[in-house]
């Protein structure tokens, strides 16, 4: 039973901050590089921001690099997303995503029910 549960979204203005959780059960969690993932009103989902498993190694969307801030807490199965500096075209849902966890013998990719960022004055 995989299960990802994000939160912390909000209606924030402009150059605000905002700190997204995500809430992993159902796997080891320590042996996956997790994922943020947003998807804005009629736009395709993009990903956002990487942490890998292993080393720890960070990687970010050139539109939000420098601003947010992807890191995880393998005691308490979490991965967190930090944005400061906050756009209006960062409004979207925002998914934790994780890929390749084995279930009955095939690998699936899992995805938090999403939680929306609004950056509007």
């Known amino acids: 039973q995989v299960q990802l549960v994000e939160s912390g979204g909000g209606l924030v203005q402009p150059g605000g901050s905002l700190r997204l959780s995500c809430a992993a059960s159902g796997f080891t969690f320590s042996n996956y590089g997790m994922r943020w993932y947003r998807q804005a009103p009629g736009k395709e989902r993009e990903l956002v921001a990487v942490i890998t498993s292993l080393v720890g190694v960070t990687d970010y969307a050139d539109s939000v690099k420098g601003r947010f801030t992807i890191s995880r807490d393998n005691a308490k199965n979490t991965v967190y997303l930090q944005m400061n500096g906050l756009k209006p075209e960062d409004t979207a849902v925002y998914y934790c995503?994780?890929?390749?966890?084995?279930?009955?013998?095939?690998?699936?990719?899992?995805w938090g029910q999403g939680t929306q960022v609004t950056v509007s004055s």
């Open positions: 995503n994780v890929r390749g966890v084995p279930v009955g013998g095939s690998r699936y990719d899992y």
